[in-house]
C-alpha cells in the first residue's frame, strides 16, 4: 500500500529542499539514513491562477519529478500538490 502525500504549494525552496535531503554520489542521489538509492515519482502539481483568492485554475496539471528514499519513505502512491501562476 503506499501513501498519499499532499505537497501544498510547491515553490522553488520547497523542490531544492526535497533533494538536499538527499547526498549526491556518483551513482545518484543516496538517503543519508540507511543508503538507499534514491527513486523519483511523479508529483501532480495543479496550476492554479494567482489573481484567484480561491485555489482555481484551468485545470491544468503538470508532472514534476519527486524524489524519495524507497526504505524509509515506502512507495509514494499519489504525490501532488500545487502552483499558482498569473492568469494572463
Ligand atoms: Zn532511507
Redesign the pocket.
Known sequence: MGTKIDIGEVTELKRMEWEKRFIMKDDGFH?P??D?IIQQTTCYVSVYFREFRELAGGGEVRHVPYPY?P??DGKPENVSGYIKEPYI
Open positions: 538517503c539514513k540507511c538507499s528514499c526504505n524509509c
